[in-house]
Each structure stands twice: as structure tokens, then as C-alpha cells.
């Protein structure tokens, strides 16, 4: 019979592995669940969320994906959990993704290429978040979303035509 283990980073189960979690996870985290709820408050609640269950759950973390694709699943589904929730359902969008975006006052910061992976749909969304900011593989991303490989490599086909049709003219010359 195989053992089952725990595969959790010896930091977790320390006093000091929140702090040292919150240090290595934190702003690419923040980054994915910004992306992911387009309101940058819920998602600092959601990174938060996020690094809580990660440490009080670190016995369970089985070591067969790195530890970036598990911490990176439980963001994801925090953000889904939030996406639910029937307050954010009822609560008009936040305008602070636009406050983030025009917060510069540097001309040469261009914005385009953010909104129009925000105005994807979720699944394609996810996936040029997760392919280009998080940069992970097609094969991590096939693990945090739970699908095929090819069901990945799909999807970033597809979205990269939607952005290229979407950005004609702005960055391709076609």
C-alpha cells in the first residue's frame, strides 16, 4: 500500500509559515485573484483567504503537483467561491479595475492588452492568466482547472485568435 504522507514544505508547520507563505505566494497571488474578481479588494480578501487555507491544510497537501499549482487551485477556487456568493452577484461591478488602470499618470503605461483579457469569458480568461502571469504549463494549468491537456492547449489557441482579432490594428497589423 502507498503511503500517504505529508509532502507539505516543513516551513508550513512552523509559527513562522504564514509569514514566510504570504512572502513567497503573496503577490502572485494577488496578481491571479485581481485578474480573476476585476476588484482588487475582494481580491486581497481572496489572497488572504487563500494563504489561511493553504497553511491550516498543509498536512494535505500530497506532493503530487508542485506546490504552486496547489496553492494556485485553492486561489482559484476562492475566486469561484466569491464569484458565487449571492453579495457579489447583487453588488455592481467594481470600477476598481479602472482605478487601477488609469492610477499611472505615465503615458507610455498601456492598458489595452489587460482589458481585453478581462473582457474573455472565464475559461479563456483563465487560461492567458494562468499561461502568461502565473506562467505556468499547459500541463499545471490542465491540473488547476482539472481538464485535459488538450482541452488547455485549446482553449490558449482559441483565446490568443479572440485578443489577436480583438487587438487588430492596436498591436497586429492585419
Known amino acids: 500500500m502507498e503511503s500517504t504522507e505529508n509532502k507539505a514544505p516543513s516551513y508550513l508547520q512552523d509559527e513562522d509559515g504564514f509569514a514566510r507563505l504570504l512572502d513567497d505566494w503573496g503577490d502572485r497571488l494577488l496578481r491571479l485573484c ?3 474578481l476585476k476588484d482588487a479588494h475582494l481580491a486581497e480578501d481572496a489572497v488572504q483567504e487563500t494563504l489561511i ?8 497537501f500530497r506532493g503530487e503537483g508542485s506546490e504552486l499549482t ?4 485553492i486561489a482559484i477556487n476562492v475566486c469561484k467561491s466569491y464569484l458565487r456568493s449571492p453579495w457579489k ?3 455592481a ?4 479595475l479602472d482605478a487601477l488602470f ?7 503605461v498601456d492598458d489595452t492588452l489587460p482589458r481585453a483579457i478581462l473582457a474573455l469569458s472565464r475559461p479563456y480568461r483563465e487560461v492567458i492568466i494562468l499561461y502568461y502571469y502565473q506562467e505556468l504549463k499547459a500541463r499545471e494549468i490542465a491540473d ?4 485535459d491537456v488538450s482541452t488547455v492547449t485549446a482553449r490558449l489557441s482559441r483565446a490568443r485568435k479572440m485578443l489577436r482579432e480583438a487587438l487588430k490594428g492596436w498591436y497586429y497589423d492585419e
Do not use: C, F, G, M
Open 144 to 147: 488547476v482547472l482539472h481538464v
Open 70 to 73: 496547489w496553492i494556485t487551485r
Open 34 to 36: 485581481t485578474l480573476y
Open 102 to 108: 488609469a492610477s499611472t499618470d505615465d503615458p507610455q
Open 93 to 96: 461591478p467594481a470600477e476598481e
Open 53 to 60: 487555507k493553504a497553511w491550516r491544510n498543509a498536512d494535505k
Open 89 to 91: 452577484r447583487r453588488h
